[in-house]
């Protein structure tokens, strides 16, 4: 829905006399917007997908020791399998939120405020798949694989909500 | 979107053993998350209605100053009563923080990161209301109403997005 938000600002500026000069720009960002969409569609998708095997690990027994070993070693694979996805979404939101500082700099002043909130529900997404991950790290044996991908989450969601914040507030500025 | 991923968690912890203890009141947060959807859903259609008679007196003719006078009067009327329903939705997006405070606070584990990412959802809602609220006081003629509004707006913002982060921050913590 940000994306999607973001791609608007794009229409409701291309083709307009006042906004000639950044027209070009504004046609590259929207077709990049419609890309990272139809990528965050199939990630969705995606994240469905490898949350099944992981769903039918859980379910593994555990009563003898060579069961739990199994069983361990099963649901390690299918934690870091499912956590690849939720990574790929926070990176895929990250690449919405600087389109949308874009789209806000460079956006028709009837649109903009549409820009606000496409950054808003980037963010919120963004947060949210980091919440996706952390749920997978946890529960994995390897922490220093865990650790690292924790450090690349934390890493993106503190590049990434302040710019957000920043895209949000030069809007709201632009519009009092 | 964000009140129906705290009504999940509801869901996810009534019934319960371990949150026998809590269900009472988990049952009331529902009840309320659920009047909340249904209010808000009513104020998003209400905000398209608002807007008609809005875009209409934009295109009021201003030609003489018998016709400046009118329009800018119908214009008033239609951005101080369009100016209502952001302002109520952003009310009811605070509410439904408020809700989420209670369901992560008393919310099932395996549920917990949903109200997290319902926090998250019903922040970037009331951001998004705020900028709705913006458009309408900047073009108000009578000052000192756009003023009390905005100071609202500020206030309803200041206190809500800060909580929201605490809410969400906690649920993070809760998963790491």
Sequence with gaps: MGVA??????????????????????????????????ELLKLVDRDAEVFEPLAKAYGLPKETE???NHK????EAALKNACSVPLDIMRACCKAIELHEGFAAKGSAIAISDAGCGVACCKAALLAASLNVFIKTRAMTDRAYAEKINQETDALLEKYTSLADRVFDAVAKRLR
């Design 5 to 38: 938000l973001g791609h608007m600002v794009g229409s409701l500026t291309v083709g307009k006399k006042k906004y000639a000069e950044v027209e070009a720009d504004v046609i590259a960002l929207m077709s990049e917007a419609d890309s990272l969409q139809k």
């Design 66 to 68: 060579e069961e739990k």
């Design 72 to 75: 361990q070693k099963v649901m």
